[in-house]
């Protein structure tokens, strides 16, 4: 299986623990279409079945920090302002939501305050490799994309109302 195989596997189990999560925790959940998938970076609409809140997600799965290490990192995550197009990136879709998936839980945070955080946070310095890219641009070679590292503590600090579903339900049983 080639790595953009492996990457979009990964994603897709994310996103399927992140709707069994959120059927737990008293939404519905809708997947969201093509179109809103890829244009305007939706993964999921969800209904409270209380009727307390309605929101649409994009889902995000755990991350390395370099393509060929063996571990994710929970720490940092990637940001994403333009995609490898060169078109708006997830940070300006239309999500309401952002879900940040982590080894134990996932951390949805508000978008627009998170594309506010990155703008402030983010300097506009472009660096060269992603080991630099801690609130700095990066952009691989050969893509349109305009990306960036920032500290989950720190978005964590600086966003409020976060949300936090923990995949364990209870002490026997994974989602």
């Known amino acids: 299986m080639g790595k953009y195989s492996l990457e979009l596997k990964h994603g897709q189990e994310a996103e399927e623990t992140f709707a069994e999560l959120a059927e737990l925790n008293g939404y519905i959940v ?6 809103s ?3 305007e970076h939706i ?3 969800l209904t409270s ?8 997600v994009d889902v995000k799965a755990r991350k390395k920090s370099r393509r060929n290490d063996t571990w994710y990192e929970d720490q ?4 994403e302002f333009h995609n490898v197009a060169g078109k708006r990136g997830w940070l300006y879709g239309e999500a309401d939501k952002i879900a940040f ?3 134990k839980d996932f951390v949805i945070v508000d978008r627009k305050d998170l594309t506010k955080f990155c703008e402030r946070a983010v300097a506009p310095i472009f660096v060269k490799s992603p080991a630099e890219s801690l609130y700095k641009i990066y ?3 050969t893509r349109k994309d305009v990306i960036s590292k920032v500290l989950m503590i720190d978005i964590v600090d600086e966003i409020e109302n ?4 923990n995949k364990v339900v209870d002490n026997k049983n994974k989602v």
């Open 43 to 45: 993964d999921f609409n």
């Open 162 to 165: 976060i949300i936090y579903w």
């Open 30 to 35: 809708e997947e969201a279409t093509s179109y």
């Open 139 to 141: 952009r691989r070679k």
């Open 37 to 39: 998938n890829i244009v």
């Open 49 to 56: 079945r209380q009727g307390i809140s309605d929101f649409s």
């Open 76 to 79: 940092m995550i990637w940001v």
């Open 101 to 103: 998936e982590r080894e």
